[in-house]
């Protein structure tokens, strides 16, 4: 069936179809495999993590926005099965969120994932939205609140950048130290950290430029 030029949604599973095709070709026990249930690993040559080539064989749990513009494993160059991900609005790590809560403790307690990852990025709608005074509306008012939080804990610092694309910035940096404190104080991170040495890193993504920088790496 020809497909209406408007309807994205069918271009999308079309193209679907092709990627499902290619990789099929490329490797015919991709899809088998997993089929089979998950590992996460990263095994391409580059890693956020380590320039070390056994850093990339090390499975990690990533903690992201749900930003179109952030896909995990286009921007790290990894493939299905690779990292185990959760995202959502502003990549915002509370300790009353029952479903980040639960991706942390499946990742870390039964994955036995070696790193935990928090990316903030760049030109981020909620780190603008928490900038301002109005609201938004709806719950997104009530899940934007740690971030709001973030905001007038560092009042002094943001007020004092005059340009609005660099205090955004300067907040989506905080948002994420705000997270690994977050992260650290987890009982389940903190008995990996004590037993077999999780690490937990914080990361903003450059949209202009696409690369990434760590910032916060956190050990008991």
Not at 99 to 106: K, M, P, W
Not at 111 to 131: E, R
Not at 180 to 189: D, E, G, K
Request: glycine share 8%; net charge neutral; charged share 20%.
């Amino acid at each position: 069936m020809p497909l209406h030029p408007d309807d994205h949604f069918l271009y999308a599973l079309s193209s679907n179809n092709a990627w499902a095709g290619y990789k099929s070709h490329q490797n015919p026990h991709f899809f088998p495999k997993l089929a089979d249930g998950q590992t996460p690993q990263i095994r391409k040559p580059f890693s956020p993590l380590s320039n070390s080539p056994q850093a990339n064989r090390l499975p990690p749990v990533w903690l992201g926005c749900s930003d179109s513009r952030c896909p995990e494993t286009t921007i790290l160059g990894l493939q299905p099965g690779d990292v185990f991900v959760h995202r959502n609005i502003a990549n915002i790590i509370a300790p009353t969120d029952i479903n980040t809560s639960a991706v942390i403790e499946y990742a870390v307690a039964h994955l036995k994932v070696k790193h935990v990852v928090l990316c903030g990025h760049t030109s981020c709608g909620g780190a603008a939205a928490a900038l301002g005074d109005s609201r938004v509306g709806g719950v997104l008012d009530t899940w934007l609140a740690p971030l709001r939080a973030v905001r007038y804990a560092n009042k002094e610092v943001l007020d004092a950048m005059k340009d609005e694309r660099a205090r955004g910035t300067k907040i989506a940096e905080l948002n994420v130290e705000a997270g690994v404190n977050v992260l650290m104080a987890n009982v389940t991170v903190r008995e990996a950290i004590e037993e077999r040495g999780l690490q937990v890193h914080g990361c903003l993504f450059e949209i202009g430029c696409g690369g990434q920088q760590i910032f916060a790496s956190r050990e008991l």
